[in-house]
């Protein structure tokens, strides 16, 4: 049974979910999304672990930071969530944003990581950075009285979801509404991320997984994985930006043998 809970920090409160028992296992989602990107992987991996879905701070329905969105900042948030729970060290897995979130975490924080799953992560190097100044925002629409930025934000992302899934998409422009005019500011936390120095900090066992059809992503899953030491990479064949909720029983059995280890 997944359950979902507030817990009160310093900086402000965080929403999660969870299920299970046992070993727990960090899952930080892409943004603009929410936990709700995990809500049927949480029940695959509750028979074995205490699987754990957080709300980035900023997204979903944990606080709303006042500064700047970072990756930095994002990290802060999970560690308060874990320190809150009374957990010493968990699995973190992280799609998306939520992979450059773990990457961090692990990196400044290495004894509190056990094993570490990058999913369709970003690898934001020196070229990454270059090609990202010309890259035009996502998730940023100026809202508009007839309503017409929702469907503008829905074909924005259309492209890179499943065909047929229209479940998928509702689900998305859901949490991007919820994160507001700041719906954008985690892909811009990312950019600025010089993620190519952090990652070489990472000792940690680590699987990085990736959906053959994500654009952004399966072209830098072997760069990636060749940036950190000890890394291994899996595809996940059919698997899209939306790999995590589009296939959460193929997304589960591509790590689940990783995180037994």
């Not at 998305?172 to 990312?190: C, M, P, T, Y």
């Not at 900090?201 to 760069?223: H, K, N």
Request: net charge neutral.
């Amino acid at each position: 049974m997944v359950t979902r809970a507030f817990l009160d920090t310093p900086a402000g409160q965080l929403h999660y979910r969870t299920a299970g028992r046992g070993t727990p296992v960090l899952l930080l989602h892409q943004t603009p999304r929410s936990s709700d990107e995990y809500r049927d992987v949480l029940p695959l991996l509750a028979g074995e672990f205490r699987a754990i879905a957080l709300d980035t701070v900023g997204f979903g329905d944990s606080y709303r930071p006042a500064g700047p969105y970072t990756i930095e900042g994002f990290a802060r948030g999970a560690l308060d969530l874990l320190d809150g729970l009374g957990i010493a060290r968990a699995a973190v897995v992280g799609h998306h944003t939520g992979a450059v979130i773990a990457a961090e975490l692990a990196a400044a924080h290495p004894d509190r990581v056990e094993r570490l799953v990058l999913s369709n992560s970003p690898y934001v190097d020196a070229e990454d950075r270059e090609r990202r100044k010309t890259r035009p925002p996502i998730d940023e629409v100026a809202v508009r009285e007839d309503g017409s930025h929702l469907t503008e934000l829905w074909r924005r992302r259309q492209a890179f979801y499943p065909v047929g899934r229209p479940d998928l998409l509702t689900r998305f422009v859901l949490d991007a509404l919820k994160a507001g005019e700041r719906a954008e500011e985690g892909h811009r936390a990312v950019s600025a991320f010089r993620m190519e120095t952090r990652v070489a900090r990472i000792r940690c066992p680590t699987l990085v997984v990736c959906g053959t059809e994500d654009p952004f992503s399966y072209p830098r899953m072997a760069p990636l994985a060749a940036a950190i030491p000890g890394a291994r990479a899996l595809p996940i064949p059919g698997g899209t930006v939306a790999v995590v909720d589009q296939m959460p029983e193929a997304f589960v059995a591509a790590i689940l043998p990783f995180l037994r280890g």
